[in-house]
């Protein structure tokens, strides 16, 4: 193993909810944690009142290339997502063209070595071009040198049964998942907002609850019927976690995650008509805010993962109605979750490792050891100041995309640095 990474002392983090301690980093490696002497030689990085936390992992991202390089690239989100304290992401298939094919998803893997910001895992289209028609070929995505072990048609739900059932026995032959973006289509019709007092007085398409949690619910109980593995992507309402938590209850491999977004707003920001707020899913109520932050605490949902989603000026900042989709979120996902979770007294840090590195590196199988802060594991981890507040300001990302809801907000916490495998990719809160 290269040595050029050098040999680093981190002086005084707080691993998780332990007291501070020294992290020295050798060879990419966590050498030891506790308090010995300096190694010689040795960058120190003063970390008192700092949290170290492992290498966040995202399992939902956006990297918009190949085809949609003005919104984002390979190079400029996974920027961003180091910027977030992510060391690893799973890059979503809705790219031009789709990432059905070996060739793209090892394009898209390629992309994220040559950029070395954080790891790159692509998810690879359930359906050829998304067409929610014939089934990609999903073995030879897994076999190629991306080795997908996560499938979306993200952006589209795969509402046909047939072919979903299809996909989950297909998966089972790797210990693949598949990732449904629950979405049933003809109940979402021309859909604009949450269906409900907002959408009514705003005079938007309602996007009933109902959309998403039928779609979840068959799609449990076609996971249990051919013993395959079932990822929800960005649950947002009360009912589906209810149903999940039904389907865990069984037994059931159905895991789900929750974005940064649908744990702090909700659909009454829509009232000013700014479609920086609009979504897919959309924002809901309090309620389901309140439903969703209960779920990520007790496990019901797994994780968190961002549903990054970066979109250029021309494409977000029009009427409503014809206004994209999305939200970026790589760059304030850990600190959202402090503001919704940890502040809130719901999740402690350990259990916002569990829920951002641990959990979706498992659900993603991420190659490799556990996520986890320990000795003789790669280095790769945050450290982060939960003491810090400010204003977000999303000029200063590093997104391509400017369409961040957090605008203006003051939220806690700031990433100070964040290490891949021992190198440093940020310091200082900025680009290493
Ligand atoms: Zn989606």
Not at 25 to 41: C, K, T, Y
Not at 241 to 269: M, Q
Not at 324 to 336: I, N
Request: some cysteine.
């Amino acid at each position: 193993m290269s040595t050029s990474q050098g040999v680093w002392l981190i002086r005084g983090a707080r691993p998780l909810d332990g007291g501070p301690a020294d992290i020295v980093i050798r060879d990419g490696l966590i050498d030891s944690i506790g308090d010995g002497p300096a190694p010689p030689g040795a960058q120190v990085l003063d970390a008192a009142g700092l949290i170290a936390l492992p290498g966040l992992v995202d399992l939902h991202t956006h990297l918009r290339e190949p085809g949609r390089e003005d919104a984002e690239t390979v190079a400029s989100g996974t920027q961003a997502a180091a910027l977030g304290g992510f060391t690893a992401v799973h890059a979503m298939a809705n790219t031009d063209p789709v990432a059905d094919t070996a060739g793209v998803v090892e394009q898209i893997w390629r992309l994220g070595r040559q950029a070395g910001h954080c790891d790159v895992h692509p998810v690879g289209a359930v359906t050829l071009g998304l067409g929610g028609t014939r089934l990609a070929e999903l073995g030879a995505m897994a076999e190629s040198a991306a080795r997908v072990r996560v499938f979306s048609d993200d952006g589209r739900c795969v509402s046909d049964a047939v072919l979903m059932r299809r996909a989950l026995e297909y998966v089972k032959a790797f210990d693949g998942v598949v990732a449904q973006h629950a979405q049933e289509p003809r109940l979402t019709d021309g859909a604009q907002l949450n269906e409900g007092e907002m959408s009514g007085r705003l005079g938007l398409t309602g996007w009933p609850a109902v959309a998403e949690e039928a779609v979840i619910a068959r799609d449990c109980l076609l996971t249990a019927h051919v013993g395959s593995a079932l990822h929800v992507c960005h649950v947002s309402t009360a009912g589906s976690v209810e149903i999940i938590r039904w389907a865990k209850s069984k037994g059931w491999r159905v895991s789900a995650e929750v974005t940064p977004h649908h744990l702090l707003l909700t659909d009454s920001l829509a009232a000013g008509y700014d479609p920086v707020y609009k979504v897919n899913p959309p924002l809901r109520t309090p309620a389901d805010v309140a439903a969703l932050r209960e779920g990520l605490a007790d496990g019901t949902i797994d994780c968190v993962a961002t549903d990054h989603a970066p979109h250029p000026v021309e494409d977000k900042e029009t009427e409503w109605d014809t206004a994209a989709f999305g939200m970026t979120g790589l760059e304030t996902a850990l600190r959202v979750v402090q503001e919704a979770m940890v502040d809130t007294g719901l999740l402690d840090w350990a259990g916002v490792a569990d829920r951002m590195a641990r959990r979706p590196a498992r659900i993603g199988r991420v190659p490799g050891p556990e996520r986890a802060l320990a000795t003789g594991l790669p280095a790769s981890l945050t450290l982060y100041d939960p003491s810090a507040r400010d204003t977000v300001d999303p000029r200063a990302h590093a997104s391509r995309s400017r369409n961040s809801p957090f605008r203006g907000m003051k939220l806690p916490g700031r990433v100070v640095a964040t290490f891949l495998r021992g190198t440093p990719t940020v310091l200082d809160g900025k680009l290493a």
